[in-house]
Structure formats: structure tokens, C-alpha cells
């Protein structure tokens, strides 16, 4: 276990979501790098049963009782006996990154044998920029000891806000059941030394158990669906997740990473269980992969809640033939979701990119009409400068505009 405590970056505007059914022991292996951020602790199952969380960490602890008397009858739109209950810690933050985790995930070692941070890397991934619209075969190009290689276009080395890091995991890969099942000894042993900007307009499986987003970027995107009690399906909720944010921040042009860092995936889990939870994803993902590669948004989807509110009708609209009653239900609880999100973060302006209004004075529409950002969607050929641009520096990036290429 690390022995001394690390550096904790932005620790007053970020928050650690754990999703548990059990005590919290593995945060004693964490404890050196956990320990002075502030954890919001969803507890699923049994709301009765009294979960220990190890001294000296500062925490909020949510059962199902808390959810359904904060959300009152929207509670219904966060699962239950599912991993997905972790959005409702999303919900309730008010910081503006979120990193996540599960309680089978422990500090890996690099090479060298050094005890990751994978929180301190997350941070990283956030706050530099991200490259969705040429790939760069050195992959991060601003990570340390990289740089654009040859042939990258100068105009297109500013990047754009990146929304969302998705790390990685050693020992036990995030496999499907019938894939564990037909490889029961295999391990992932390969550590890859690389972050990667998933280009524009690709879809990716996102995976929960390791995984960092902008909250304000991007964060109400970050719904995990109906997934466990009472449903058709579980263990799909990030995948679903995954598939929303990514359209969505392709949409306003905003980067997603994976790569770095990598935890210890301790537990499989049962292949025999999760089967029973996945199978019918397993068919229907073959429909919704296509589904959302062909999700074009209007340009009045101005920010995210209208986007994810347009991409409620849609899945209504096109996706209801693989189970009526399901994905009706689901439709519903998306858009119950952004209401539940509008009230207890009406407080916070949506938006999908820090942008200065110049003209507080002028109305709503004209606001809306005349927007960077209205234009940003149109030709994604908006530029932003990065204040103090430097990818060896640790300090954060502020973003500003720049004028528009002339087309």
C-alpha cells in the first residue's frame, strides 16, 4: 500500500462517486491518494443495512430512502440493484469533475513497480485538450515527452475541452460473460504506456469502473439508464451511458480520452450471473450501436439537456421495436432525468464550453441566436485558445474563443 500521501490537484472541485453493496475496505489501499477529496457513497440494495466507511475520509452516504426522498417521484429514474445507481451521486455534486470507481478496484503498479495515481492522471487527461478531428500517431500529444508529429496541421493543435477520460484495467479485462466464460485464465498483463483522443463521430464500450468526466461539460449526458430490480437488463447502464455522452459531445465538438491510467481489477465477477444480466444487451446492442452512428442532432440542441432530450425521442421513435415496454420506460426516464438534473443544479447554466457573454444585456433569443457556441455546432470549425498553453504544465487550462475560420 503507498505509504505517503499524494498531492490531491483540484481537491476542492472534484468528487470521487463509489457505487457499494458492502463496506469500503478497499479504500484503505486508496487512502493515500483518496483521502482528501470529498466522496459521495451511493449505497445500493438494502437501505436498512449499515455500510462502514474506513475513519478519516470525508463522505456523503446516500441509501435508497435518501434518493427517494430528494428525488420524491423522479427517484424512479435511478436503478436499483445495479451499478447504475451511481449517477445519482453525479446528480447531486456540485463539483465540477467526478471521478468514479468501483469497490473491486485497486491501485495497480506501472512497470517500474510504482503504485498509480490513476486520480491524479485523470485530472491530466481533463484538463488538457483533446484532438477528436485529426489522429495524432503519437497518441497525446500532450502528454510528457510527446509532441504533434509531422503532418498535423498547425490550425487544428489548439484542440477543444476534453469531457470525459476513460482509463483502464490490469489483471481482469472488462469482458462480456460468454467471453469470460470461453477464456476463464486470462489476464490483462499488457501496461500501454498511452492516452488517446477517440476520434470524432466513433463510438466506444465505456466502461464505469474507472472513469473521470467534466461534470459541467458533459455531466448531464452521464445518465446510466433502467438497469437491475425490476428490469430486462443490467450491467448495461455505462455502456449506455457511453454511447449518449459520446454523440452528444461529438455534437459540441468536445473531446472524450481513454487509455491512462490503469487500476487493478480484482474480481471477475460471475460469468453465470452476468450472463442473465447481459444477454438481451448483447442482441439489442447490435441495433443500438447502428442506432446512435446514425444520431444527427439539430441545431437547436443547444446544450446538453437538449440534446439528451431530442435523443429521448428518438430513442422513442426508432428503438421501441426491441421491447416495447423497456425502452418506452427508458425514453420516459431520460427525460425525467434532465428534469431531475435542471432542479437540483438550476443554479449552474448549462453549457457546453466555457464562453464569455459579452452582452448580458441582450434578450434570450438573441442570446441564443448569436451564441459562439450555436455557430461552434454548425461548421465545428470554432477555435480556441489555451491560455498559457503549455502540455509540460501542471497547472489547469483556461479556455477562450477566437474567432471563427472564415469558411
Known amino acids: ?13 472534484l468528487d470521487i462517486v463509489i457505487p457499494i453493496i458492502r463496506n469500503l475496505d478497499f479504500l484503505e489501499m486508496w487512502r493515500p491518494f483518496f483521502e482528501q477529496y470529498h466522496l459521495i457513497i451511493v449505497q445500493d440494495g438494502d437501505p436498512s443495512k449499515t455500510i462502514h466507511v474506513p475513519e478519516g475520509f470525508d463522505y456523503e452516504l446516500y441509501n435508497r430512502n435518501d434518493i427517494n426522498r430528494i428525488l420524491g417521484s423522479k427517484a424512479s429514474c435511478i436503478s436499483f440493484k445495479d451499478s447504475a445507481c451511481r449517477c445519482f451521486g453525479f446528480l447531486v455534486s456540485k463539483k465540477k469533475y467526478i471521478f468514479t470507481i468501483d469497490d473491486d478496484c485497486l491501485v495497480a503498479k506501472d512497470p517500474s513497480g510504482k503504485d498509480i ?26 502528454g510528457e ?6 503532418g498535423y496541421p498547425l490550425s487544428l493543435r489548439e484542440g477543444t475541452p476534453t469531457a470525459v477520460s476513460h482509463g483502464l484495467w490490469l489483471n481482469y479485462p472488462d469482458y462480456d460473460a460468454p467471453t469470460k466464460l470461453a477464456r476463464p485464465l486470462q489476464r490483462n498483463t499488457r501496461y500501454v504506456d498511452a492516452v488517446q483522443t477517440i476520434p470524432k463521430g466513433n463510438l466506444f464500450p465505456m466502461c464505469g469502473m474507472n472513469l473521470a468526466f467534466d461534470r459541467e461539460l458533459i455531466g448531464a449526458a452521464m445518465y446510466f439508464g433502467l438497469m437491475g430490480d425490476g428490469q430486462p437488463i443490467g450491467s448495461y447502464g455505462d455502456l449506455w451511458a457511453g454511447w449518449c455522452t459520446k454523440v452528444i459531445a461529438d455534437h459540441f465538438c468536445l473531446g472524450v480520452k481513454t487509455g491512462l491510467p490503469y487500476i487493478m481489477h480484482s474480481r471477475a465477477g460471475n460469468p453465470f450471473v452476468n450472463m442473465k444480466k447481459e444477454y438481451r444487451g448483447m442482441f439489442w446492442q447490435e441495433e443500438i450501436v447502428p442506432f446512435f452512428h446514425s444520431v444527427v442532432f439539430p441545431r437547436e440542441c443547444t446544450t446538453v439537456q437538449k440534446c439528451y432530450i431530442e435523443l429521448s425521442k428518438m430513442v422513442k421513435e426508432k428503438l421501441v421495436h426491441l421491447d416495447p415496454p423497456y425502452f418506452q420506460n427508458l425514453a420516459d426516464a431520460m427525460v425525467t432525468w434532465i428534469e431531475a438534473w435542471d432542479e437540483l443544479n438550476s443554479a449552474a447554466a448549462a453549457a457546453v464550453a466555457p464562453v464569455d457573454n459579452k452582452d448580458a444585456s441582450s434578450s434570450a433569443d438573441t442570446q441564443e441566436s448569436e451564441s459562439w457556441y450555436s455557430n461552434y455546432i454548425e461548421s465545428c470549425l470554432g477555435r480556441i485558445r489555451i491560455d498559457n498553453l503549455s502540455k509540460r504544465n501542471s497547472q489547469r487550462f483556461h479556455y ?8
Request: proline content about 9%; overall charge negative; cysteine-free.
Open 400 to 407: 477562450t474563443k477566437l474567432n471563427q475560420y472564415d469558411e
Open 117 to 142: 495515481n490513476a486520480l491524479t492522471q485523470h485530472i491530466q487527461n481533463l484538463i488538457t485538450p483533446a484532438i477528436p478531428f485529426y489522429f495524432n500517431t503519437m497518441y497525446d500529444p500532450y
Open 145 to 150: 515527452d510527446a509532441d504533434f508529429v509531422r
Open 1 to 13: 500500500m503507498p505509504s505517503t500521501k499524494a498531492v490531491a490537484p483540484l481537491k476542492d472541485e
